[in-house]
């Protein structure tokens, strides 16, 4: 079967820029991209390949995630930050699930640019009560007990469901994350939507799923290491996705026998499967088939989760 070539869902948020369009060609009719769904089954925006639904070519494609006919666990896109998202949280699976009906989310933020100064918010620098919390929140002082950090390209943060956090503007971003659209949003500056009014906050709900406990980093990135047609590191390994980064320099081949591989391309050009790929092309490979690649190009891999 080889690569499946997906067209992305962009989406024009408040926050949003221009970014993507000179990175990768995202043209969106002259209004910003905010985000690039580059890889989803997600009701809200859903990718195609060659005009077919992704969940279509899934459902009739016997093993296509992997060998339990699972569905697609994870939605890739690219957001492109002109200014300070919300202050939000994700819930954990069995809240979205009750409260929801969706996933929680846990994810993964890849930086791909990043202006001077430029930073995110990932959960608390200190020890902070739930009460004091929603004290700051009443107060607009929210950033002053977060977590900020400094980012430059090529970084790498793993956002645990729970985690309160932000993408500060400047910062553009890969995020592999669980297929959910579940955002509750805490703290967002007074900003106004389309139509005039403040943008609708979550704060309860987002009280009842915050760790209050300190930002720990569990990441787990790795060192590049040599592999054939290139070098490979590992950029983190959670329970819902792995994801690798690929400096692809020559001829690359693998196959999974258990998992998809979702292949983002992010800088440079070359063939997957004998198909021309360039910057800012995404590809779903199915479960057993071979992943080949030939080129110069930068790209993230990603597979269904391994046991951790």
Known sequence: MGAYKTEPVLKDYLWGGHKLEKMFGRDNGGKKVSESWEISVHKDGESTCGGEKLSSIIARTENFIDKR??????LIKYIDAAQNLSVQVHPDDAYAREREGD????????????????GIYCGFSRNITREEFRMKVREGTVEACLNFIPVRAGDCYLIEAGTVHAIGAGCVICEIQQNSNVTYRVYDYNRRG????????????????????????????????NVAGGRMRLLTRCPYFTCRELI?????????????????????????????????????????????LQGKAKMILTNQAEEI
Request: some cysteine; overall charge negative; glycine content about 12%.
């Open 194 to 225: 389309a139509d005039g009014n403040l943008r609708e906050l979550h704060v309860e709900k987002a009280l009842d799923v915050i760790d209050f406990r300190p930002f720990a980093d569990r990441t787990g990135s790795t060192a590049f290491g």
């Open 69 to 74: 006919n699972s569905p697609l666990p994870v």
């Open 103 to 118: 996933n929680g989310k846990t994810e993964m933020w890849y930086i791909l640019s990043a202006e001077e100064g430029a």
């Open 248 to 292: 692809l320099d020559g001829t690359f081949s693998a196959k999974d026998e258990n998992s998809f591989t979702a292949v983002n391309v992010l800088e440079g050009r070359g063939t997957i499967s004998g198909t021309a790929f360039r910057a800012g092309d995404s590809f779903i490979v199915p479960c057993g088939d071979t992943l080949s």
